[in-house]
């Protein structure tokens, strides 16, 4: 059945597709007993905790996209001169666009979650870890399905990946080794997206994407907390040059999901000069915090693992996200 056309722009991904040539190797285990209790555990909450979107969802609720769904202090250059120059109109446009690039990028996180968690049932050599993983595999489904259908049905609108992120999922995906799949996306992609959904879900102001988001982070709670035990103990006897290689990844990864955060898209579809836009975003102090805050999940987690070295410390007060290195940790 062919859905009917819809009002404003919307990118139907399912005609494209694109390869990425990976590399990996694919562990066998022949031993099915239990010898990660602590992951059978999180299993068997997997399972407990699954969710129906299709019937647990109140997709009925009516939306209007221009409305105030988020607080309008959530856009970047919301205070701005930019801000004070817009039309009652622009504002409308503008909360449409800001929140569709926002959930667009939580849609394209959660599918290389999707592709990264199937790597790490093929690659991980624990049992208990490819029983876990392949439940998540079903969690990033259903969460790539949620946005997809709340950005068709209730924003008619979508935006493609943003470079950085993409530059990030694609570094992933292609490493050949299993704990670097469970360092970038488990402790920093899930990390991150944990901080954000929180922000999310405490600021909306629209019953079916808060409880949309509220189904998301628990799953997601025990997508980091499955990162942080599968690594444990993991990194203690690494070489220099193993570690100073996952000191590396991680400084990359989270340069890059920082500056994932600018919306560059959006500034374009505005009419606005991109430029100028992300350099009044990147100094706003509203922004710069918002930013850091988004790493309160990542670094605790980071030092649990024994990866918060001088090197590592030195590049995440470069970030100014050092400061979260005491905060709880998410697992």
Same mark, same amino acid.
């Given at each position: 059945?062919?859905?009917?056309?819809?009002?404003?722009?919307?990118?139907?991904?399912?005609?494209?597709?694109?390869?990425?040539?990976?590399?990996?190797?694919?562990?066998?285990?022949?031993?099915?007993?239990?010898?990660?209790?602590?992951?059978?555990?999180?299993?068997e909450?997997?399972?407990?905790?699954?969710?129906?979107?299709?019937?647990?969802?109140?997709?009925?609720?009516?939306?209007d996209?221009?409305?105030?769904?988020v607080?309008?202090?959530?856009?970047?250059v /919301?205070?701005?001169?930019?801000? *004070? @120059? #817009? %039309?009652?109109?622009?504002?409308?446009?503008?909360?449409?666009?800001? =929140?569709?690039?926002?959930?667009s990028?939580?849609?394209?996180?959660?599918?290389?979650?999707?592709?990264?968690?199937a790597?790490i049932?093929?690659?991980?050599?624990?049992?208990?870890?490819?029983?876990?993983?392949?439940?998540?595999?079903?969690?990033?489904?259903?969460?790539?399905?949620? /946005?997809?259908r709340y950005?068709? *049905? @209730? #924003? %008619?609108?979508?935006?493609?990946?943003?470079r950085?992120?993409r530059? =990030?999922?694609?570094?992933?995906l292609t490493?050949s080794?299993?704990?670097?799949?469970?360092?970038g996306?488990?402790?920093?992609?899930?990390?991150?997206?944990?901080?954000?959904?929180?922000?999310?879900?405490?600021?909306?102001?629209?019953?079916?994407?808060?409880?949309?988001t509220?189904?998301?982070?628990?799953?997601?709670?025990?997508?980091?907390?499955?990162?942080?035990?599968?690594?444990?103990?993991?990194?203690?006897?690494?070489?220099?040059?193993?570690r100073?290689?996952?000191e590396?990844?991680?400084?990359?990864?989270?340069?890059?999901?920082?500056?994932?955060?600018?919306?560059?898209?959006?500034?374009?579809?505005?009419?606005?000069?991109?430029?100028?836009?992300?350099?009044?975003?990147?100094?706003?102090?509203?922004?710069?915090?918002?930013r850091?805050?988004?790493?309160?999940?990542?670094?605790?987690?980071v030092?649990?693992?024994?990866?918060l070295?001088?090197?590592?410390?030195?590049?995440?007060?470069?970030l100014?996200?050092?400061?979260?290195?005491?905060?709880?940790?998410?697992?």
């Open positions: 059945m062919v859905e009917p056309a819809l009002q404003g722009t919307f990118v139907d991904d399912s005609a494209q597709a694109e390869s990425l040539p990976t590399r990996f190797d694919v562990s066998y285990t022949w031993n099915y007993g239990i010898e990660r209790p602590e992951l059978r555990n999180l299993y909450k997997a399972k407990r905790d699954q969710w129906n979107a299709s019937e647990q969802l109140p997709w009925s609720t009516s939306v996209p221009e409305a105030e769904l607080p309008d202090i959530q856009i970047p /919301y205070g701005t001169h930019i801000w *004070e @120059k #817009l %039309t009652a109109a622009e504002i409308k446009k503008l909360r449409r666009e800001a =929140l569709a690039w926002t959930l990028q939580f849609m394209h996180g959660e599918q290389g979650a999707l592709l990264a968690t790597q049932v093929d690659a991980t050599p624990s049992f208990d870890a490819k029983l876990y993983g392949a439940s998540q595999v079903m969690d990033e489904a259903r969460h790539v399905e949620v /946005y997809a950005l068709r *049905e @209730k #924003l %008619t609108r979508q935006y493609p990946v943003n950085h992120l530059t =990030l999922l694609d570094q992933i490493d080794r299993w704990d670097m799949k469970y360092l996306m488990q402790i920093m992609v899930e990390g991150l997206a944990m901080a954000a959904f929180g922000y999310m879900h405490q600021m909306c102001q629209e019953p079916l994407l808060t409880e949309l509220h189904y998301v982070m628990r799953d997601e709670s025990r997508h980091v907390a499955f990162g942080v035990l599968a690594l444990q103990d993991l990194y203690a006897d690494l070489s220099a040059r193993d100073r290689e996952r590396e990844f991680l400084f990359e990864g989270c340069r890059l999901m920082r500056d994932r955060l600018l919306m560059e898209d959006v500034w374009e579809e505005m009419g606005w000069p991109t430029e100028e836009v992300r350099r009044i975003v990147l100094d706003s102090p509203q922004m710069k915090e918002f850091k805050m988004l790493f309160s999940k990542i670094v605790p987690n030092k649990r693992l024994g990866l070295t001088p090197y590592v410390r030195e590049r995440f007060a470069e100014d996200i050092l400061k979260f290195e005491h905060e709880e940790p998410s697992a």
